[in-house]
């Protein structure tokens, strides 16, 4: 809870010297834990790939968890879903929302979560102005943004 990639860097740079590749299940970078922000394995993967080591990732915004996505939903209702029934939700502009972009689907931007600094509420919804920036910036199109879920 208060560590940043930096307290790592002797295991990466061990890692980077051994030839080991690193495998990131969760790229996240940060991610908001109630009220506190943490460095996430995203961070440490970012870090070891600068150090000079391979990291494999295999989370949002990647393909591969999407696959494993649509493959455990038609296990479960046993038919494979249609993408048009299908909405990513969450705050992460470069995780949750660039991955649903990608493959195709609707998306739900939480502008509440990790751009809430960057993105504020006016009468109960996104800045529209600073939301269009936010967006420009990123390069991203969500489907949807909402400041919160209620």
């Known amino acids: ?3 940043s990639p930096g307290d790592y860097r002797l295991t990466i740079l061990e890692g980077v010297n051994r030839g080991l590749k690193l495998l990131c299940a969760n790229p996240d970078i940060i991610v908001d834990v109630g009220d506190k922000r943490i460095y996430c394995a995203g961070a440490i993967a ?4 600068e150090a000079g080591g391979t990291s494999l990732y295999f989370g949002k915004p990647h393909s591969p968890i999407y696959e494993l996505a649509y493959t455990r939903l038609a ?6 879903i249609d993408a048009d029934r299908i909405l990513c939700i969450g705050d992460g502009i470069n995780t949750d929302i660039r991955g649903g972009v990608a493959e195709d689907l609707d998306t739900l931007f939480i502008t509440g979560g990790l751009a809430a600094s960057e993105i504020n509420e006016t009468n109960g919804k996104p800045n529209e102005r600073e939301l269009a920036s936010f967006i ?10 909402i400041s919160g879920l209620r």
């Open 1 to 3: 809870m208060t560590e």
């Open 46 to 49: 970012q870090a070891y790939t």
């Open 75 to 80: 296990a479960t209702t046993g038919r494979r």
């Open 136 to 145: 420009a910036n990123h390069k991203l199109s969500p489907t949807f943004a």
